[in-house]
């Protein structure tokens, strides 16, 4: 009799244990897949506008004088409910007219591929090949329209003149330059 109280002690005993050992199991289990997918929610509500990340794009194109121009990035970001928009990080540009080629950098920007327009803010700055700078906080430019302005504060330099504005419009790749607002001028002889 002692015998078989030992084993059936024994046997529930083990019953015990594994059932206690199966449910654990189960348990952690569960609490790991919900990690999991809880994880892949927030990963997946927080990228689902994004359409493409591209790092170092190039976009070239002509304009209606058929001179080419280009406008490259760092990285761009294109979103799926407007896949022609690109938000641009350190975007730069490269901009031929005749002989001449004038350049443009800023530290963001947004390009609309449709339109051909690109914005560019932060530390901004347009240049040629010789000596002419522009420095703003934000400057717009329509490749079809050729009409670079900017709203905000551009101070310019070119043969060691200096120029200070509250706004600016270029037209005809440099060719003409109209400054608005407030406006200092300080001209130096060579």
Same mark, same amino acid.
């Given at each position: 009799?002692?015998?078989?109280?030992?084993?059936?002690?024994?046997?529930?005993?083990?019953?015990?244990?594994?059932?206690?050992?199966?449910?654990?199991?189960?348990?952690?289990?569960?609490?790991?897949?919900?990690?999991?997918?809880?994880?892949?929610?927030?990963?997946?509500?927080?990228?689902?506008?994004?359409?493409?990340?591209?790092?170092?794009?190039?976009?070239?194109?002509?304009?209606?004088?058929?001179?080419?121009?280009?406008?490259?990035?760092?990285?761009?970001?294109?979103?799926?409910?407007?896949?022609?928009?690109?938000?641009?990080?350190?975007?730069?540009?490269?901009?031929?007219?005749? @002989?001449? !080629? =004038?350049?443009? +950098?800023?530290?963001?920007?947004? %390009? $609309? *591929?449709? #339109?051909?327009?690109?914005?560019?803010?932060?530390?901004?700055?347009?240049?040629?090949?010789? @000596?002419? !700078? =522009?420095?703003? +906080?934000?400057?717009?430019?329509? %490749? $079809? *329209?050729? #009409?670079?302005?900017?709203?905000?504060?551009?101070?310019?330099?070119?043969?060691?003149?200096?120029?200070?504005?509250?706004?600016?419009?270029?037209?005809?790749?440099?060719?003409?330059?109209?400054?608005?607002?407030?406006?200092?001028?300080?001209?130096?002889?060579?």
């Amino acid at each position: 009799m002692n015998y078989s109280n030992f084993i059936k002690t024994i046997k529930y005993s083990f019953l015990v244990t594994s059932v206690s050992i199966t449910l654990l199991i189960i348990n952690d289990n569960f609490s790991n897949k919900s990690e999991v997918v809880l994880s892949q929610k927030t990963t997946t509500n927080e990228f689902s506008s994004i359409s493409q990340i591209l790092h170092k794009p190039m976009f070239m194109s002509i304009d209606n004088k058929k001179q080419p121009f280009k406008v490259m990035a760092a990285k761009a970001t294109r979103f799926k409910n407007e896949p022609n928009i690109f938000n641009l990080d350190n975007p730069t540009g490269e901009i031929k007219s005749g @002989d001449e !080629v =004038f350049f443009l +950098s800023g530290d963001h920007g947004v %390009f $609309n *591929k449709d #339109i051909q327009q690109l914005k560019v803010n932060g530390n901004v700055k347009f240049k040629n090949e010789s @000596d002419m !700078v =522009f420095q703003t +906080s934000e400057m717009y430019f329509d %490749f $079809n *329209k050729e #009409i670079l302005s900017g709203r905000k504060k551009v101070k310019g330099k070119k043969n060691n003149s200096l120029i200070i504005s509250e706004g600016f419009k270029i037209l005809n790749k440099g060719e003409k330059i109209f400054f608005t607002g407030k406006t200092k001028l300080t001209l130096i002889n060579k």
